[in-house]
């Protein structure tokens, strides 16, 4: 294996994202229009019937899946896949995009995210059962195993999760297509009624409808899009055993963010993250996933994330501001955009255009998600030329 | 000889005190009169794999070859208890199964006929469980008088505790208890009536029927376990009969509640559970008739150890005292969405999960030892191929590694704690706790698990094993 094989291969010269929210009134295809064509006229895409060659989607759970992005943006006569990999979905979308620019074949590929969660009735995340295991247990009670061990072990608490949640609600106002635009206090978060234990409302992702998408071409072509293109240096997917299952673990860790870590960081060739990430977007699920990512990718050491939390190293104003558009917690959680989503909010950061919630000088920019029990964990690094 | 070999009981853990049935602000004292009640996960068939369990601690499961399941109240109309029992109880494929219901009198039945088969030499070691969780309409006299609970006892040729000496049964046809097809309350006539021609009556002639063929009295008997539907009339068939108070089995009221076709057999296994070698004891039971049985205990009895027993749990209690809660319990409340509509677990998933999910197997790889949970293919350490033994993990204990209180997922008695739980051994299992309050949910606390409704998706029970602390011995 050749870990340097797409660095610097594939830039993205176009993002787009759609206004996320509990869109009523929108369809799929009314959002994945809005990222699309927004991502189009960010690249000055003005024929993409013409210039798009193929389309990588990605929804965990969608109507119609690949059609719902044909029939909406019109993209006939060509490739269009789509990848279902838990919360890194949107991030293995970009990743087979990135693929398909880096063996030659393609010039230019859209990725899209999207899912419609709110089509269905209930708020939260509804549940299919299948075998009699499976329920009820809910994503939050997932989530949350890791939690009794860790505070024990580290000393952590209910309180530093709090704070990462008045953290990415801060930071969610200052994004213009966030969901939630309110700030809350150590202490609205401490009361908020109980979801499962340690996560209180706040502690809680916003789950939301939304769409985002991405341009992607060739690094020699990219040029002939935009100078301040942004160009690829590492996407890696990693599975870990289900932590309801592994004889092994240790429920100090979600193991398959170590494991992506590992990858992206040999591909990017980073030796020491912490120094050489200006920006990161982290799947904050839930404020305990935000907190055991700033130790699973080796942004510190394991145990001292609330030693990190209390000085504001991850805030928008610290050493390595992380959720700088708010995160899964404010500006929504339609999971299979949700990695694209992220990828918008770094590509804008590396230009410099995110105005009120700029990290100034940031040149290399790090994206996380990680889904399922959860198991599957993907990281794509951006950085500019 | 043909008796019991060995006997368990089973009473759940929560207690209603019956000044807090009807709700409204009634003063509710601490020690009042209350009766036992099944968690919102429990059932006639989870309570019966509760008390054979006790009945079978230290048998080798494979001695067992029949199972006979007695309730009134079986949560399928089609579909028989007795092997569901079977397979949680991880009892052997070619075990006669067999339910009996219908009556309160299906219990002594049961125990008749499992002694019949043991004569006529088609079985050797039949457990007899009985098991009743009735409900009474909200605010009635019987959801005042009803009670949850079961009995389980071994009936073998083998090593006899307890012989059975004789029996004497009455079969008679009056409407005084009844239940019908979709209605999920006991009815009953006038109690007068109920107990005059009814129980009184039928009682005292089943049991002189018994007397007469044994030459025998009433005040023979060392102990009676006497079933009634409630104090007075359980006096008066006493008196009757010439039985006196120190030969009856407290009957429990006030403690337990009338428990179906698991009231006589409790009674009899409490009585067990300070029985002698030469005791003889009197068992009576009721419904459509009467039955009565004549046992003789051995001095086998003392190796009957290590049972938990009616005395254990009716010590183990903690009180609801919240009757919304109770009717939550029972499914007795009104909801904005009607349970169970959906089609529910695959039946395909469930045969394939059988033996995982109820006999409660976990996987050992034959290579490098490690224990896993569910059934792998490949092992998670050393990933050999399908080089498995299957162990049953239901009768080892545990401890908790990791555990969260959830508030969003669907329970009658939020929150559902959900832990990660390590079975001795090393398979770790994702599993709800059950009886137990969140106060006391520790890390590396010791459970050990417990058959259980894990929900009614589909309309149907479905059953998975949960775990629970480890309570004290009784005192």
Redesign the interface.
């Known amino acids: 294996m050749n870990p340097e094989a797409i660095r610097d291969k594939v830039a993205v010269v176009g993002a787009g994202c759609c206004k996320f929210g509990e869109n009523w009134d929108k369809s799929p295809e009314d959002m994945i229009v809005e990222a699309a064509f927004d991502a189009y006229e960010d690249a000055g895409i003005e024929a993409p019937q013409q210039q798009i060659e193929a389309a990588f989607c990605g929804a965990v759970y969608p109507n119609r899946g690949t059609a719902e992005v044909a029939d909406g943006l019109k993209l006939y006569d060509r490739p269009i896949s789509m990848v279902q990999n838990y919360c890194a979905t949107g991030t293995d979308a970009f990743r087979f995009g990135v693929f398909g620019i880096a063996s030659g074949l393609y010039d230019t590929v859209l990725v899209v995210g999207f899912d419609k969660p709110k089509d269905r009735g209930v708020s939260g995340p509804s549940i299919a059962t299948t075998g009699v295991r499976d329920l009820p247990m809910t994503p939050a009670g997932w989530f949350s195993l890791c939690a009794a061990r860790y505070f024990e072990t580290y000393g952590a608490g209910r309180e530093d999760l709090a704070k990462i949640a008045v953290k990415n609600h801060h930071n969610g106002t200052l994004a213009p297509k966030s969901m939630l635009k309110r700030e809350i206090t150590v202490e609205d978060a401490l009361n908020a009624r109980m979801i499962s234990w340690p996560f209180g409302l706040y502690d809680c992702a916003a789950q939301s409808d939304g769409a985002a998408a991405a341009i992607l071409t060739r690094a020699d072509l990219a040029k002939n899009f935009r100078d301040d293109y942004v160009l690829v240096k590492a996407i890696a997917i990693a599975l870990g055993a289900n932590p309801q299952a592994d004889p092994d673990f240790d429920f100090l860790r979600w193991k398959p963010t170590v494991y992506a870590a590992k990858q992206a960081y040999a591909q990017a060739g980073i030796s020491d993250p912490f120094k050489e990430i200006d920006v990161a977007q982290v799947h904050d699920c839930f404020t305990l996933t935000e907190l055991l990512t700033y130790e699973d990718l080796g942004f510190c050491e394991k145990g001292s994330a609330k030693d990190h939390i209390a000085s504001g190293t991850f805030d928008l104003k610290g050493e390595l501001p992380v959720n700088t558009d708010g995160g899964l917690k404010t500006f929504g959680h339609p999971t299979g955009a949700t990695g694209v989503r992220m990828i918008y909010e770094n590509y804008k950061q590396l230009q410099g255009k995110a105005d009120a919630r700029q990290v100034p000088g940031a040149n290399v920019a790090l994206s996380h998600n990680i889904g399922g029990a959860p198991q599957a964990c993907g990281i794509a690094i951006l950085a500019n030329p | 000889m043909v008796g019991i070999h060995s006997y368990g009981a089973y009473i759940p853990m929560w207690r209603m005190p019956l000044a807090a049935l009807g709700g409204g602000a009634r003063k509710i004292p601490d020690n009042g009169p209350e009766k036992a009640v099944a968690n919102y996960d429990e059932d006639a068939i989870t309570m019966a794999v509760a008390a054979a369990t006790d009945c079978l601690e230290g048998i080798d499961r494979q001695s067992v070859d029949g199972v006979i399941f007695s309730s009134t109240t079986y949560p399928y109309k089609e579909k028989q208890g007795a092997s569901i029992i079977a397979k949680a109880l991880d009892l052997r494929r070619d075990v006669q199964t067999a339910d009996l219901g219908g009556s309160l009198r299906a219990s002594a039945g049961a125990l008749r006929v499992a002694a019949d088969t043991v004569r006529a030499g088609s079985a050797h070691c039949v457990l007899v469980i009985a098991s009743d969780c009735r409900i009474g309409a909200p605010r009635s006299g019987i959801e005042r008088n009803v009670g949850d609970g079961a009995a389980a006892f071994l009936i073998s040729d083998n090593e006899v505790a307890v012989s059975l000496e004789g029996t004497h049964a009455i079969s008679d046809e009056i409407l005084d208890v009844w239940r019908t097809e979709g209605d999920p309350f006991v009815h009953s006539w006038e109690d007068r009536f109920v107990v005059e021609h009814g129980y009184s009556d039928r009682t005292v002639e089943a049991v002189r029927g018994l007397c007469e063929k044994l030459d025998a009295n009433p005040g023979d008997f060392t102990r009676v376990a006497l079933y009634a539907p409630d104090a007075r009339s359980h006096g008066g068939v006493a008196k009757s009969l010439g039985i006196s108070k120190e030969a009856l089995v407290d009957p429990l009221f006030g403690r337990l509640g009338n428990a179906g076709v698991a009231f006589a057999p409790l009674l009899l296994a409490q009585a067990l559970e300070s029985a002698r070698s030469g005791d003889r004891i009197l068992m009576a039971s009721y419904g459509d008739g009467a039955e009565a049985l004549s046992f003789a205990v051995t001095d086998r009895i003392e190796k009957i150890q290590n049972r938990r027993g009616v005395a254990w749990h009716l010590t183990r209690k903690s009180s609801l005292r919240d009757y919304d809660m109770y009717l939550r319990f029972r499914q007795l409340d009104t909801k904005e969405w009607e349970a169970g509509t959906n089609s529910?677990?695959?039946a395909t998933?469930?045969f394939r999960?059988r033996d995982?999910?109820l006999s409660f197997r976990g996987h050992q790889c034959r290579q490098c030892s490690?224990?896993?949970?569910?059934f792998q293919r490949v092992c998670?350490?050393c990933y050999a191929r399908d080089d498995f033994d299957e162990v049953r993990l239901a009768d080892r204990k545990g401890s908790v590694?990791?555990?969260?209180?959830?508030?969003?997922?669907?329970?009658p008695n939020p929150?559902?704690v959900?832990t990660?739980t390590e079975v001795d051994g090393?398979?770790?299992?994702?599993l709800?706790m059950t009886d137990c309050s969140?106060k006391e949910v520790k890390?590396d606390m010791p459970v050990e698990f417990t058959f259980r409704k894990?929900?009614e998706?589909g309309g149907k029970p479905?059953?998975?094993w949960k775990c629970t602390p480890i309570r004290e011995e009784a005192q």
């Open positions: 529910g677990i695959s998933i469930h999960d995982e999910d490690t224990m896993q949970y569910p998670f350490r590694k990791s555990f969260s209180f959830d508030f969003f997922a669907g329970s929150p559902l959900a990660m090393g398979s770790r299992v994702y709800q969140p890390l894990i929900h998706i479905n059953y998975f």
